[in-house]
């Protein structure tokens, strides 16, 4: 159980050590099985881990009423399916170190979304930062070839949906149990993957027999790393300490995702940026950031007796 500040730091530090490891499990998994078969897999099974969770909580005794939760849960599962299947699409095309670094521009894009959906007041520091991400983008992905890879356009994609995920989950995800939201969220994942696997959408190569996909070691090593511990525990371990940690300092761990990605890409798989791909990002990872601190700490420096409230970002 984490029960201090200091611990949810890093637990929050090991999640993004999970996540960052996970692109390079993944990326060798679907080079053997199809995209829609591995999220199918992955995130049944995550909704499996969480059910003993939702089971001892205390929510359970006093809940009632599926029918809105189960409807909200794969609205939201939706957005994730779109989310993780372009993700995991795009990594058959681009680098691993791309792909860490493009997911991460889902922070600077969540408040733009969040304020052109629902008109919610935006800081400053949030356009400058999304001016900051384009250029890091652009230097990341385009540089001398002034052309976007394919793969980089899916994980662009996919940080656009995640960035709708969490405004949508922030509309309502006060309205129901966190545990049970989230396992027909993950249920829902597992059953658009399983539709989309069975008319093949998204296949664009061969792949073996399905006995072979489904028995091959790295893969299953991909699905119960990415199942048990990308997912289920990461999700425990991050609303666990969410509940210790200000937003922004969550934010500040999070940005680790990516440099993690990139280091286990240039360990296992030998992957560099270059000059102008570590530019764009460092400009990614300072968008992140100022996206997250840049209001905040105006916010702290404002009198006490100052009458407006600071700007959400």
């Known amino acids: ?38 999220n199918t897999l992955r995130f049944s099974l995550a909704a499996l881990c969480l059910i ?26 939706l957005l994730l399916f779109l989310g993780f299947s372009t993700q995991t699409q795009g990594m058959l095309y681009t680098s691993v170190s791309n792909a860490g670094f493009i997911t991460g521009l889902c922070v600077p894009l969540t408040p733009v979304i969040a304020y052109l959906l629902f008109k919610k007041q935006v800081d400053k520091a949030v356009w400058i930062s999304v001016v900051m991400a384009t250029a890091g983008l652009y230097m990341l992905t385009v540089g001398d070839k002034l052309e976007f890879n394919s793969g980089d356009i899916l ?20 309205r129901y149990p966190i545990v049970l939201l989230s396992i027909y969220q993950l249920a829902a994942v597992g059953v658009y993957s399983a539709i989309a696997a069975a008319f093949g959408i998204g296949e664009t190569q061969e792949y073996p027999p399905i006995q072979e996909q489904l028995f091959s070691s790295v893969v299953i090593q991909a699905v119960l790393y990415s ?3 990308g997912s289920a ?36 798989l ?10 764009g990002a460092g400009l990614i990872i300072s968008a992140m950031l100022y996206a997250e601190l840049g209001g905040k700490r105006k916010a702290k420096m404002q009198p006490l007796d100052q009458t407006s409230s600071p700007s959400l970002d």
């Open 233 to 268: 525990f990461a999700y425990w371990a991050q609303t666990s300490s969410q509940r210790l940690l200000e937003p922004h300092k969550v934010a500040l761990v999070f940005a680790l995702e990516p440099i993690f990605a990139h280091f286990f890409a240039y360990v296992f």
């Open 52 to 77: 003993p969770l939702w089971w001892m909580s205390k929510e359970r005794r006093s809940f009632s009423g599926h029918g809105p939760v189960l409807k909200t849960g794969f609205g939201l599962g």
């Open 1 to 38: 159980m984490i029960r201090s500040g200091r611990s949810a730091f890093w637990a929050l530090v090991i999640v993004n050590i999970i996540w960052g490891a996970g692109f390079v499990v993944i990326d060798k998994a679907i080079d053997i099985v199809a995209v829609n078969t591995f």
């Open 227 to 229: 199942a048990v511990l």
């Open 270 to 279: 030998d992957e560099h940026l270059g000059f102008k791909g570590w530019i």
């Open 155 to 174: 994980v662009t994609i996919c940080a656009i949906c995640f960035a709708l995920h969490i405004c949508f989950t922030d509309r309502y995800a006060d």
